[in-house]
């Protein structure tokens, strides 16, 4: 069984670009999050989406923003890119139900200059 | 208080050595509970799950809760030098119901020692 998919794994951008980042979940799994970490910050979550909507939200401004495809796979997209939005962008895949078990993507590595 | 607490460490263990690890909590309503490895570079992986109170073994591996105490704790017997990586706790507060949103410790370091 395929795992979770990220692409791409790395992306340099620079401040002001906006970047998409895609995220295909294991077969079956229909609910999708995303999260942010850095060094300083650890592991923090971003959003969830579940069948195409949105359910939970972390705090982050508005321009880090996502979609669900009705295949359940996910993108998030960051728009205007600053340099403390460098960070590994995870996508966690999780079967329907709520506090179910979650498994990680590899990760997109994302460099802002 | 941090929503989700651990030791940052490092904690370093011989080889063979049994290995504990601790995380408390602070959101009674919390459900479910896991505990996720990760190697330097790497994305995390999850090494348990946990959703009553009691032990749950897994090889290696026993992962603990204490509702009341708000405390998951994971032990890792026989300790091997391949172990030795970033230890998060995650807590969510869905069940079979409304969210996976996971709440992150920052993890603990473990270097288990040849």
């Known amino acids: 069984k395929a795992g979770v998919t990220q692409t791409p794994r790395y992306l340099i951008k620079t401040r002001g670009q906006q970047v998409t980042l895609s995220c295909s979940p294991i077969?079956?799994?229909?609910?999708v999050s995303w999260y942010q970490q850095t060094p300083g910050q650890g592991l923090q979550f971003l959003f969830e989406y579940f069948s195409e909507t949105q359910r939970n939200k972390g705090n982050f401004p508005g321009r880090f923003s996502g979609r669900q495809f009705s295949n359940s796979r996910s993108e998030m997209n960051v728009s205007t890119l600053e340099l403390g939005d460098s960070a590994l962008y995870l996508c966690?895949?999780?079967?329907?139900?709520?506090?179910?078990?979650?498994?990680f993507g590899q990760g997109t590595r994302l460099t802002v200059v | 208080q941090k929503e989700v607490e651990q030791n940052s460490g490092p904690l370093s263990v011989p080889e063979g050595a049994i290995a504990s690890l601790n995380c408390t909590y602070s959101d009674r309503g919390s459900q479910s509970f896991f505990w996720y490895r990760q190697y330097s570079g790497k994305s995390p992986e999850l090494i348990m799950s946990?959703?009553?109170?009691g032990d749950k073994e897994d090889g290696r591996f026993t992962a603990q809760l204490n509702k009341a105490s708000q405390y998951v704790s994971l032990l890792i017997r026989d300790s091997q030098p391949s172990d030795s990586a970033t230890y998060l706790c995650?807590?969510?507060?869905?069940?079979?119901?409304?969210?996976?949103?996971?709440?992150f410790g920052t993890g603990t370091l473990l270097a288990v020692q040849p």
């Open positions: 077969s079956g799994h229909r609910s």
């Open positions: 946990i959703y009553s109170n």
């Open positions: 966690a895949s999780s079967s329907p139900g709520g506090g179910t078990e979650a498994f």
């Open positions: 995650a807590v969510s507060l869905g069940y079979g119901g409304a969210t996976n949103k996971l709440i």
